[in-house]
């Protein structure tokens, strides 16, 4: 016997996350010292220099009031200039320039970046709290430039983990994009721009090896659109975006004054 069949296809409410985007807490991005801490921890029987990690750990992460002097952070992709104005501002200011990763962690990043994605973004994740330590140390003495901290971390995890394109990432104002509540926050991050092929012609020129992220940037352009977009919308505080075109002297002389107006340096 034959039956016939009808069906009535509806719309439906669009889902208020993209898939992609409900494991990112905790598992691509890190949102407090304990919780980094304990990927790193359980690593330990399998990865040796798990240990060598967690004995360049502050004994606590607490959340840190201000240090006496402003701390500016100096964000973007590669080869925007980050290096060449993080160093004239250490020189012009006085201050003391920091990096992060901590310089202390580089013998072991070569390791960590051959782990899966959770222990690698674990290593990366206390890398800033290393900093952070340096910093609140440093910051009773002077003022302190960071090159690269907390807004880098985040976003090329958030990009790396958000599939598709720009409008599958959280939207602004997500839970994801919440700077961790232990963590030291700058007086002021600045975000530097630049126009993609000359980005690619300055990364041409320097010639240095890149990971695989940052080669991820060369050839995958919504990749990097997800990262400059990730980065504009972390908050705590928000980056302030500075075009990196013009002269370095132009770019010191523009972010100078942006540190003058915020932190009255």
């Not at 905790?26 to 967690?54: H, L, Q, R, W």
Request: aromatic fraction near 6%; proline fraction near 8%; charged fraction near 25%.
């Amino acid at each position: 016997m034959d039956m016939s069949k009808e069906y009535c296809v509806v719309p439906s409410e669009a889902p208020e996350h993209h898939p992609s985007t409900l494991s990112i807490i905790n598992s691509d991005v890190f949102y407090s010292f304990e919780d980094a801490y304990e990927v790193i921890k359980k690593c330990g029987d399998i990865i040796p220099e798990a240990t060598s990690v967690m004995e360049l750990l502050p004994s606590r992460a607490e959340a840190r009031s201000k240090p006496d002097f402003p701390v500016i952070v100096i964000e973007g992709l590669d080869a925007t200039g980050k290096t060449t104005l993080t160093e004239s501002l250490r020189d012009s200011l006085g201050a003391t320039l920091l990096r992060s990763p901590p310089q202390c962690m580089s013998p072991l990043r070569a390791r960590f970046d051959q782990e899966p994605p959770l222990i690698r973004r674990a290593f990366y994740a206390l890398g800033n709290y290393i900093t952070a330590e340096q910093v609140g140390q440093e910051g009773m003495k002077a003022p302190v430039i960071v090159d690269r901290f907390w807004h880098s971390t985040a976003a090329y995890a958030i990009a790396t983990a958000v599939s598709g394109p720009v409008c599958n990432l959280p939207a602004e104002g997500s839970e994801v994009y919440r700077w961790p509540s232990d963590l030291l926050q700058p007086s002021l991050v600045v975000l530097l721009t630049l126009d993609p092929e000359e980005r690619k012609r300055r990364l041409r020129d320097r010639g240095q090896g890149k990971t695989e992220e940052e080669q991820e940037l060369d050839h995958n352009q919504l990749f990097r659109l997800k990262v400059e977009e990730a980065y504009r919308r972390i908050a705590g505080p928000a980056c302030v975006t500075v075009d990196a075109s013009p002269s370095a002297d132009q770019v010191l002389q523009q972010v100078r004054l942006l540190i003058r107006g915020k932190c009255h340096l």
